[in-house]
């Protein structure tokens, strides 16, 4: 099953730009010129409740795993703090990642929810503090700032097999998801969860990755695991808040 999901998935990024631009139409917006949503700002709302992807302020997630072949644990934290992005008021979320108490990246990503209850992701700042003591600023981007275009990170009522991109930056960033599953159950420290939302991400810019991504009502990501390329894996260990 898995090797069928993933020669389907070849061909749902190829029209994922496409999809993208429909889902965007659904949400209020419009295309031109290839994937470019047109967002209004009087569209959104200030708090962030789709029931897989919310962010109230003060929530904390705790994730580990493994990443580049060494263990990681990621703090990420909803921030009371904004940022305008295309005249939209955007939540500030903080992601962590440290190993053995090294830090290893640190990323500040910005978010809005629309009427509909689409979760827009609108940019991101992100720095990774490679071993040699250099920083990587790659992937960073804003929408609205040298051609990056806001994409969906969750849709208000995804269903399968729904398609659509989550950022674009051309040449920097360029996720696109897949919903492939809705219904079951995945354990985590602190119980069993249901009603897991299943998809699969893909950019173009690391052809040889594909990951796939649980997401629990309530809470939002519960587990990532490669299915594709270099084991990387990520467990929701605690939440607060």
């Not at 990642?97 to 992100?126: I, P």
Request: hydrophobic share 40%; proline share 5%.
């Amino acid at each position: 099953m898995k090797t069928k999901a993933l020669a389907v998935l070849t061909a749902a990024v190829a029209a994922a730009a496409i999809i993208a631009g429909i889902s965007g139409a659904s949400a209020g917006t419009s295309a031109h010129r290839g994937y470019e949503p047109v967002l209004n700002p009087k569209d959104f709302v200030r708090v962030i409740n789709n029931p897989y992807y919310p962010l109230p302020v003060g929530r904390t997630l705790i994730y580990r795993g493994v990443r580049d072949g060494q263990t990681q644990t990621d703090r990420v934290h909803v921030t009371s703090g904004t940022k305008v992005l295309e005249g939209i008021t955007a939540t500030a979320v903080s992601d962590v990642a440290r190993h053995n108490g090294k830090l290893l990246e640190k990323t500040t990503d910005w978010f809005a929810q629309d009427k509909q209850g689409n979760v827009w992701y609108l940019g991101e700042d992100t720095a990774a503090y490679l071993p040699n003591g250099q920083i990587d600023r790659s992937g960073s981007w804003q929408a609205g700032v040298h051609d990056g275009e806001p994409g969906i990170i969750m849709l208000a009522h995804p269903q399968i097999p729904d398609a659509y991109r989550q950022e674009f930056l051309r040449g920097q960033a360029e996720d696109t998801a897949w919903i492939i599953n809705r219904g079951g159950s995945v354990k985590v420290p602190f119980g069993t969860l249901h009603h897991i939302l299943t998809s699969l991400e893909f950019t173009r810019l690391e052809p040889g990755v594909i990951d796939q991504k649980l997401y629990a009502p309530g809470i939002g990501i519960v587990r990532e695991l490669s299915q594709k390329g270099p084991l990387e894996v990520a467990r929701l260990v605690s939440v607060r808040g």
